[in-house]
T-cell receptor, first 113, second 112 residues
Framework: SQTIHQWPATLVQPVGSPLSLECTVE??????LYWYRQAAGRGLQLLFY??????ISSEVPQNLSASRPQDRQFILSSKKLLLSDSGFYLC????????????FGQGTRLTVV | SQQGEEDPQALSIQEGENATMNCSYK?????LQWYRQNSGRGLVHLIL?????REKHSGRLRVTLDTSKKSSSLLITASRAADTASYFC????????????FGKGTHLIIQP
């Protein structure tokens, strides 16, 4: 069966520090991978998606970047965090074919102080 | 950009009652999905309804879709305290890999 791992669960980082959140998927090949951000009491905002190794599409210009060094690994990064980067970050995957559901990681609560 | 908009934003009912949440969207879709999120956790897929379907059931869940009105509803029957969570609709416009578009969610509280 497929599983998705996302870590860490919580993170407190000072302004200006770097960020690296990692997400890995097991039990499937060539998944579409996604990073979402969820502000308190709001819906999910799509940040990045990837259809293959090294292929990253950005939905929202911002202080963050994403990379996919391996088929089932998706990394969200920042060189210098801003206060506004605080939020709940969710990684997800979907199968390549249309009409499928998304499977989410447990999320990372990032607080920039 | 936000596509689905859930209504109400918050709903509090007694255990055993039925809970109905609505979702409206703006563009044509391939399918619409409902997800549940427990506080501080990831989202869990509940049910998917395709654009050519009007109603779908899964256990205590009933989803309807009206593409002419661009709206969907999620009904949870015989609610339980464990149903307390946020519920999100998500639209899939199809044809691309750019993911689902989520609404802001309905926060459902089931009072024991």
């Amino acid at each position: 069966s497929q599983t998705i791992h996302q870590w860490p669960a919580t993170l407190v980082q000072p302004v200006g520090s770097p960020l690296s959140l990692e997400c890995t998927v097991e039990g499937t090949s060539n998944p579409n991978l996604y990073w979402y951000r969820q502000a308190a009491g709001r819906g999910l905002q799509l940040l990045f998606y990837s259809v293959g190794i090294g292929q990253i599409s950005s939905e929202v210009p911002q202080n963050l970047s994403a990379s996919r060094p391996q088929d089932r690994q998706f990394i969200l990064s920042s060189k210098k965090l801003l206060l506004s980067d605080s939020g709940f970050y969710l990684c997800a995957w979907r199968a390549l074919r249309e009409g499928t559901e998304a499977f989410f990681g447990q999320g990372t609560r990032l607080t920039v102080v | 950009s936000q596509q689905g908009e859930e209504d109400p934003q918050a709903l509090s009912i007694q255990e055993g009652e039925n809970a109905t949440m609505n979702c409206s969207y703006k563009t044509s879709i391939n399918n619409l999905q409902w997800y549940r999120q427990n506080s501080g956790r990831g989202l869990v897929h509940l049910i998917l309804i395709r654009s050519n379907e009007r109603e779908k059931h899964s256990g205590r869940l009933r989803v309807t879709l009206d593409t002419s009105k661009k709206s969907s509803s999620l009904l949870i029957t015989a609610s339980r305290a464990a149903d307390t969570a946020s519920y999100f609709c998500a639209t899939d416009e199809g044809g691309g890999a750019d993911g689902l578009t989520f609404g802001k969610g309905t926060h459902l509280i089931i009072q024991p």
